[in-house]
């Protein structure tokens, strides 16, 4: 079971998009990138890094990956017809991006089990955590991340942004039911 790039239209009206496995393989729903990472400092954020990257401005919040109107027109033409969309967001800018463009078509078409998946939400603020729960949107956190990088982001964010990061208890105890994503070992030497 895979979520495509929704950049990847063509697979969008293929037999693989569909509710039932084909050679026990099928295309689940979409995918939607709206930043990058906050260790490469290209999470979208709301206030500037600490530590800008080398060439870049003390005002320097990383960029998003779409613009909102594409954002918006993809979750429009799939998100409420049944199918699930996965969104990586890590930084606040792009964590309020994703809940300005789900509102007003969850206003236009009502609650329903869409399962869609706030995938990452590292910076994630609390006021978007109760956004999320409102809008029906499952925040799948990356806690585990803070064991490589947490000394990392204490320096790009500072320690007291670093402690917040990936708020997993913060989405438990609103009632949510959060997934977190485990760390894979690749080929680590001892």
Excluded at 32 to 52: C, E, F, K, N
Excluded at 107 to 124: A, M, N, S
Excluded at 135 to 145: A, E, R, V, W
Aim: aromatic share 12%.
């Amino acid at each position: 079971m895979s979520y495509v790039d929704y950049t990847a239209g063509e697979i969008f009206s293929s037999p693989w998009y569909s509710k039932t496995y084909k050679g026990r393989y099928r295309v689940a729903g979409m995918k939607i990138t709206l930043d990058g990472s906050p260790q490469g400092r290209t999470a979208w954020r709301t206030v500037p890094y600490l530590v800008p990257p080398e060439g870049q401005g003390k005002d320097y919040k990383g960029y998003p990956a779409i613009p909102d109107t594409k954002v918006v027109a993809s979750l429009f033409d799939e998100a409420y017809k049944g199918w699930p969309v996965h969104v990586h967001g890590n930084g606040d800018a792009a964590i309020d991006q994703l809940i300005a463009a789900v509102r007003p078509l969850r206003q236009k078409y009502g609650p329903g089990d869409r399962r869609h998946t706030l995938i990452h939400g590292q910076f994630i603020r609390k006021a978007q955590l109760e956004a999320l729960k409102e809008l029906q949107i499952i925040p799948s956190l990356f806690p585990m991340h803070t064991f490589y990088w947490g000394d990392w982001y204490d320096q790009i964010i500072g320690p007291g942004l670093g402690a917040q990061i990936s708020p997993t208890r913060s989405a438990i105890a609103l009632g949510m039911t959060p997934t977190s994503q485990p760390m894979r070992r690749s080929r680590c030497r001892t």
